[in-house]
């Protein structure tokens, strides 16, 4: 678990990661529930994603789960790339020209 924002002191890092495990924990609109029944399976990217299995089965049927970790490259970021926003053709035209004015 993050438990410090480095080049922030220590009040204002908390702040900040209170707020957002706040957001993580409260806000359904970025959780996704999976029901599960016999036979089902569900995968995800624990590189972007973090995991709470959540106990609502009722015991009825046993589960089963396995770690798969993929072999991929390395990560990296490109400062030069376009914004995800922008490579969608999804920027108003005043994110444009900030965009142009921060080059």
């Known amino acids: 678990m993050t438990v410090r924002i480095v ?27 999976f029901r599960w029944t016999p036979g089902t399976s569900a995968l995800w990217d624990n590189r972007i994603t973090i995991h709470n299995a959540s106990w609502d089965y009722n015991g009825r049927y046993p589960r089963h789960g396995t ?3 993929s ?3 390395v990560p990296y970021f490109d400062p030069k790339a376009p914004t ?11 994110e444009k ?4 004015l921060a080059a």
């Open 97 to 100: 020209r900030d965009l142009e």
């Open 84 to 94: 995800r926003r922008e490579a969608l053709g999804l920027l108003h035209d005043d």
């Open 67 to 69: 770690r798969v970790t």
């Open 7 to 33: 080049g922030l002191d220590k009040p204002e890092s908390d702040l900040i990661l209170n707020y957002l495990y706040d957001v993580y924990e409260k806000n359904v609109d970025i959780q996704v529930r």
């Open 71 to 73: 072999l991929a490259e």
